[in-house]
């Protein structure tokens, strides 16, 4: 399985962040298998964002649940992550990360919250 993020690089403060995971050569609902956002900010340690279960149930990082929201497209094996009304403080670089057997991440996108 490969896993390849994509996202806009740059996004203005109180914007919507909307980014996509694209999980290649295997399925998203392989039975047991759950998917990760994951960031990591500059200087600091990685931080988890939200988790999609393969029956679709849903896991928000209390920190960040109101402005964050989840999602699936199971017919092309994509994850999404929405992050409303961002700040400066969510620049970071946004993982995605699968557990599916094996472990896979992907490369990250980074993603820079500026006027």
């Known amino acids: 399985v490969q896993v390849q993020e994509s996202g806009p690089g740059l996004v203005k403060p109180s914007q919507t962040l909307s980014l996509t995971c694209t999980a290649s050569g295997g399925s998203i609902t392989s039975r047991g298998s759950l998917w990760r956002w994951i960031r990591q900010s500059p200087g600091k340690g990685l931080e988890w964002i939200a988790t999609?279960?393969?029956?679709?149930?849903?896991y928000y990082n209390p920190s960040l649940k109101s402005r964050t929201s989840i999602a699936r497209d199971t017919s092309s094996d994509q994850i999404t992550l929405q992050l409303t009304s961002v700040t400066p403080e969510d620049t970071a670089a946004y993982y995605c990360h699968g557990a599916a057997g094996s472990i896979y991440w992907g490369q990250g996108t980074q993603v820079t919250v500026s006027s």
């Open positions: 999609i279960s393969y029956d679709g149930s849903t």
